[in-house]
C-alpha cells in the first residue's frame, strides 16, 4: 500500500532521523527545510538506502509568506492522492534569553517558525488527511515545567500542542500525537550548552526509535 509523509524540519538531526524512520514504511516522502542545501544529505540516504522516493521542499520559514503555502497546497494535491504521515518537528531556539532582554524581531522570528508555519503547513495538508492519517506534533518536556529564559520557544511550542489538540477535536479520525522529547544530542543543544558533555545525552536516531511508530 503506497504512503506519503511530510517532514518539516527534515534537515536537523531529529528531523534526519525521523525521514530515515519514515523512508521505511512510506513509498513517497515530502522533505522540507529551509535550503536545499541542508535537504540533500537526507535525499541521498533515502534514495540509497530504501525504497521510498523523496521529495525536496525548500522553504525558509522565517521569510515564507501565504503564496508559497498556497504553491504547497497545490503542489500536494497535484502530486499525490492523500497524505498518510505529517510530522511537525521544524524549530528555532536562538538563545536563552529573559524576557525583558528579548529582541521583538527576534519572538516573532521565532514564533513565525515554531508555530505559525506549523498552522500554515497544516492547513495546506488538511484536504489529503484522509480517515487513518497521523499528525505528530514534535514538542519538549521543558513544557512540563515551566523554565526561565525559554521564552518565545516555549511559548510557540505551547501553541503547536494547543493546535494538535484542535485538531484531535476537529478531526476525531486523525490521530494525532504530541510528543515532549528530553534533551538529545544535537547541533542546536551544543550551541545552547557549549560547556556540557552532550555525548551523555541519547542520540536523535535513539529517540527517534523509542518515542515514534510510524
Known amino acids: 500500500m503506497n504512503k506519503t509523509g511530510l517532514i518539516t524540519g527534515a534537515g536537523g538531526a531529529l528531523g534526519a532521523a525521523l525521514a530515515k524512520r519514515l523512508a521505511k514504511t512510506h ?20 534514495e540509497a538506502n530504501t525504497d521510498c522516493r523523496p521529495h525536496l521542499f525548500p522553504l525558509n520559514f522565517k521569510l515564507a509568506g501565504a503564496g508559497e503555502y ?10 499525490f492522492k492523500q497524505l498518510d504521515t505529517l510530522v511537525l518537528n521544524a ?26 508555519a506549523h498552522f500554515h503547513v497544516l492547513q495546506a ?6 480517515s487513518g492519517a497521523a499528525v505528530w506534533i514534535v514538542s519538549d518536556e521543558a513544557l512540563a515545567t515551566p523554565k526561565p529564559f ?11 500542542e494547543m493546535l494538535g489538540k484542535q485538531l484531535a477535536a476537529e478531526r476525531d479520525d486523525i490521530a494525532v ?4 522529547l528530553p534533551p538529545f544530542q544535537s547541533p542546536m543543544r551544543q550551541r545552547l550548552f557549549p560547556g556540557a558533555d552532550n555525548s551523555t545525552l541519547p542520540t536523535a536516531s535513539q529517540i527517534v526509535e523509542q518515542t515514534f511508530q510510524f
Open 125 to 130: 495538508a488538511l484536504p489529503l488527511l484522509k
Open 27 to 46: 513509498t513517497d516522502m515530502v522533505l522540507h527545510d529551509t535550503d536545499l542545501p541542508l535537504l540533500e544529505p537526507i535525499y541521498d540516504w533515502i
Open 150 to 160: 525559554h521564552g518565545a520557544y516555549a511559548v510557540a511550542k505551547a501553541g503547536l
Open 91 to 116: 524549530a528555532s531556539l536562538p538563545a536563552f534569553t529573559p524576557l525583558e532582554h528579548f529582541e521583538p524581531l527576534q519572538w516573532y522570528e521565532v514564533l513565525q517558525v515554531n508555530l505559525n
Open 177 to 180: 500525537h504530541i510528543e515532549r
Open 70 to 79: 498556497q504553491q504547497l497546497a497545490q503542489a500536494l494535491q497535484e502530486n
